[in-house]
């Protein structure tokens, strides 16, 4: 489980991997390792055969956040 101290060593501007990897998590996506290069959905994607380790770290690091804080949607 991620604390405070080791979530906030990552970027977590709006379409980046730390936060394409918690929206993943709380809307109940797939693992799947991407960002995009500026705002969400208006700016082009990276994805996982393009990203380094140190940003697949960090979508894995928003993903698993998500999950231990209980950050997922409730869709009832």
Do not use: C, N
């Amino acid at each position: 489980m991620l604390i405070m101290d080791e979530v906030d060593q990552y970027d977590r501007r709006h379409g980046g991997p730390f936060d394409r990897g918690s929206a993943d998590a709380y809307y109940g996506r797939r693992f799947r390792p991407h960002y995009y290069t500026g705002r969400t959905y208006q700016s082009p994607a990276v994805l996982r055969d393009q990203m380094t380790q140190s940003e697949v770290d960090a979508y894995r690091a928003g993903y698993e956040y998500a999950v231990s804080t209980g950050q997922e949607k409730d869709w009832i």
